[in-house]
């Protein structure tokens, strides 16, 4: 019958978003599994496979001379870790929770808390990951060094961020289109596998190869982090303004859809999911 109002503060609501952030955050890590130490070990393993296939299908077709002058582990894994961020980022963010999921029924919850939230977990454990296995390759194998530490880490945060503008553009068409949508996502996924450049050197193609992957953003982001990795190498053909128009593009794009789609979510859409 009677009720205290009570103000609340710009500063005051903002600490309980960021605490709701980090919970929200803490759940996506964990979703993938109950124990978030064995999740991380698992995506630390999926990479350092990626590593050992990359590094033994190089050997045996010849193509170590094709790489830049310096650690050939290091050219390696500077294409993995990028690849294998913005690919988690993007599915991270188009599982992330809809504006009919039940986690929608707890204020002050909503889509945005959970696109970021999902974004921010794959980030953590992307980050975490390659953190463990550079360290372990520089102790155990060889001292690993980065011409530009803050350089390279600007270039992985850009791939990450790609990959969520990427997962939210696919996460405002999956409330209409929820069957292209999974294909749209599995192709961007596989085509990256070779589109992204991971496996060569853009300044070692020509003109015809190179218009075959110059359209992918992730493809310029590698050969720059490249560039900051190594002190021999001067990307060429890439640059750094195409990818970061892109980003935000489809950022901007995504936010727009899925505030649209949030307007006029239905709860059909979960029905028999």
Known sequence: MFRVETRTSGLNSSLVI???IYHSTVRSIRRGHRNALVGLLYNILQTVIFIGVFYVMFTILGLRGNSIRGDFIVYIMSGIFLFMTNTKSMSAVV???GPTSAMMLHAPMNTAIAIGSSALAALYTQLLSMIVVLGV???AFEPVHIDDPVGAMGMFLLAWLNGVGVGMLVLAI???WPGFANVAQTI???ANMIASGKMFVANTLNYT???MFDWNP????IDQARGYAFINYNPHNSNLTYPIYVTLALIMIGLIGEFHARKNASISWTAGR
């Open 174 to 176: 999956k409330p209409w």
């Open 137 to 139: 390759y520089h102790m």
């Open 188 to 190: 961007y996924s596989r």
């Open 18 to 20: 960021l605490e709701l």
């Open 218 to 221: 992730l493809f310029h982001i």
């Open 95 to 97: 599982r992330s929770e």
């Open 209 to 211: 190869m190179l218009k």
